[in-house]
């Protein structure tokens, strides 16, 4: 969503048909496209799956969840384009960026890296985090699984925390990162 309200002409291609997308949407899985096509794109961005590396999932995760941050980066790199791998701290990255929402002043802190090839963005530094309300709850909303710690649960909360208001469905915000990081990173992209 970032992309988009940064002025970019945004084609979204998902697995899931279960999409809450403004632009337009391809429902494929992205490693069935022809190369060919991925290659007609200025800028590609990747958000695979991340289950494998949070915390959340430490239990059952290296049988349950896919890890295609790899496959994913090869079939970028074979694009010879400019592109952008998003996840959780924890996934094998090369770290290039660490963004969080307190630097873009949102209720959610939402640490999130970004292995960048193609330009070059500035870090920001971090912003030291809010103390706990109290001892059993957080000074953000936590916007995963089931709110975590989080003084909210109800879906208007989470979503003005990460700033989206085009996502309706909790399960689909739990997946999403707050426009304001791929807004900020647009901004460095000059074809």
């Given at each position: 969503?970032?992309?988009?309200?940064?002025?970019?002409?945004?084609?979204?291609?998902?697995?899931?048909?279960?999409?809450?997308?403004?632009?337009?949407?391809?429902?494929?899985?992205?490693?069935?496209?022809?190369?060919?096509?991925?290659?007609?794109?200025?800028?590609?961005?990747?958000?695979?799956?991340?289950?494998?590396?949070?915390?959340?999932?430490?239990?059952?995760?290296?049988?349950?969840?896919?890890?295609?941050?790899?496959?994913?980066?090869q079939l970028l790199l074979k694009?010879?384009?400019?592109?952008?791998?998003?996840?959780?701290?924890?996934?094998?990255?090369?770290?290039?960026?660490?963004?969080?929402?307190?630097?873009?002043?949102?209720?959610?802190?939402?640490?999130?890296?970004?292995?960048?090839?193609?330009?070059?963005?500035?870090?920001?530094?971090?912003?030291?985090?809010?103390?706990?309300?109290?001892?059993?709850?957080?000074?953000?909303?936590?916007?995963?699984?089931?709110?975590?710690?989080?003084?909210?649960?109800?879906?208007?909360?989470?979503?003005?925390?990460?700033?989206?208001?085009?996502?309706?469905?909790?399960?689909?915000?739990?997946?999403?990162?707050?426009?304001?990081?791929?807004?900020?990173?647009?901004?460095?992209?000059?074809?």
């Amino acid at each position: 969503m970032g992309m988009n309200q940064a002025g970019f002409e945004v084609t979204g291609v998902d697995i899931t048909n279960d999409h809450q997308y403004p632009f337009q949407f391809i429902h494929r899985d992205v490693f069935d496209l022809d190369l060919d096509f991925i290659k007609g794109f200025d800028l590609m961005w990747s958000s695979p799956p991340c289950q494998v590396f949070t915390w959340g999932t430490r239990k059952d995760r290296k049988d349950k969840f896919p890890d295609l941050v790899d496959k994913t980066r090869q079939l970028l790199l074979k694009t010879g384009k400019p592109f952008i791998i998003e996840n959780v701290v924890g996934a094998p990255l090369r770290k290039d960026l660490v963004l969080c929402g307190e630097m873009f002043g949102l209720n959610v802190i939402r640490h999130r890296i970004f292995e960048i090839h193609g330009f070059t963005v500035l870090q920001p530094p971090h912003i030291k985090h809010k103390p706990p309300k109290d001892k059993t709850h957080s000074a953000y909303c936590c916007v995963s699984g089931h709110g975590g710690d989080s003084y909210t649960f109800r879906l208007e909360d989470w979503q003005k925390a990460m700033d989206i208001y085009h996502i309706t469905k909790k399960e689909h915000l739990t997946q999403a990162i707050p426009p304001a990081y791929s807004k900020y990173i647009a901004s460095y992209f000059t074809e």
